[in-house]
Nanobody, 118 residues
Framework: QVQLQESGPGLVKPSQTLSLTCTVSGGSITTSYYVWSWIRQPPGKGLEWMGVIGYDGLTDYSPSLKSRTSISRDTSKNQFSLRLSSVTPEDTAVYYC??????????WGQGTQVTVSS
């Protein structure tokens, strides 16, 4: 079965870059026609879709975050990563990676808490 696991620092200082990695097992990130997404949930707020990288390596981002967001992949390690630059305390959230297909995310990681604070 497909499993996803987020990893990265849980505390980031303002103005720095948030960097997370999603390690995938039980399936290849290059298998058509799935896409691999990053989603976050700030405290007291709903889920926010951040962006995706496709099985072919093409990316798409939320318009509100596009200027600060970069998603990349390492196919040799079956991993994809998130970089969010110039973070503020408003970027504090639980961050999830997920696999999307047929218009919905069926497989999710457990989520990882990231706090932006000095």
């Amino acid at each position: 079965q497909v499993q996803l696991q987020e990893s990265g620092p849980g505390l980031v200082k303002p103005s720095q870059t948030l960097s997370l990695t999603c390690t995938v097992s039980g399936g290849s990130i290059t298998t058509s026609y799935y896409v691999w997404s990053w989603i976050r949930q700030p405290p007291g707020k709903g889920l926010e879709w951040m962006g995706v990288i496709g099985y072919d390596g093409l990316t798409d981002y939320s318009p509100s975050l596009k200027s600060r967001t970069s998603i990349s992949r390492d196919t040799s390690k079956n991993q994809f990563s998130l970089r969010l630059s110039s973070v503020t305390p408003e970027d504090t959230a639980v961050y999830y990676c997920a696999r999307e297909g047929l218009g919905y995310a069926r497989y999710w990681g457990q989520g990882t808490q990231v706090t932006v604070s000095s």
